[in-house]
C-alpha cells in the first residue's frame, strides 16, 4: 500500500506493507482523538494524565467479586468470539474496541465497506442469541 508523509515539508509517497499502515492508520487516529481531547480541556494548564486521574471520577478500587464477575463476562464473550470466523473477529473488535469506521475497516481489510457490515452485523446477532438464550436459563 502507499502511505503519503510529510518530511520536512516535503510529501513523499512510500510503498508499505499492510501491518505498518495499519499502525500509522491507527496512530494518525489516537493523535486524532487525543487533538480533541485537548481542545475539550477548558482551562489552560497542560493537558497530561495526572490531571485526568487527580480530577476525573475518583479512584475506583474493584472488588474481588466485581473482578469475578467481570472475568466471567469476559470469558463468555470470548467464547462468543471463538465461534467466529477469523474476519468476522477482526472487524467486529476494529469496530467495536478500537473505533474504527466501516469504511476504514474496508480499507485494513482489503473488502467493501457492505462486508464489513455484514460481519459485524453476524457477530452482534451471535452476542444478541448468546445473550437471549442466557436470560431464558
Request: hydrophobic content about 35%; aromatic content about 10%; some cysteine.
Amino acid at each position: 500500500m502507499e502511505v503519503t508523509i510529510n518530511y520536512n515539508g516535503q510529501a513523499v509517497t512510500v510503498e508499505v506493507t499492510l501491518e505498518v499502515y495499519e499502525f500509522l492508520d491507527r496512530a494518525d487516529h489516537k493523535t486524532e482523538n487525543l487533538f480533541h481531547e485537548q481542545r475539550r480541556h477548558w482551562d489552560g494548564r497542560e493537558f497530561d494524565e495526572y490531571i485526568i486521574t487527580t480530577e476525573g471520577v475518583g479512584t475506583y478500587g474493584e472488588t474481588p467479586e466485581e473482578y469475578l464477575c467481570r472475568m466471567e463476562t469476559l470469558h463468555e464473550l470470548m467464547a462468543v468470539l471463538d465461534t467466529c470466523t477469523e474476519a468476522q473477529r477482526r472487524r467486529f473488535l476494529l469496530y467495536a474496541l478500537d473505533g474504527l469506521s466501516l469504511a476504514e475497516i474496508g480499507v485494513l481489510c482489503g473488502c467493501s465497506k457492505v462486508a464489513v457490515y455484514q460481519s459485524v452485523e453476524a457477530v452482534r446477532k451471535k452476542f444478541i442469541n448468546f445473550f437471549e438464550n442466557r436470560l431464558n436459563e
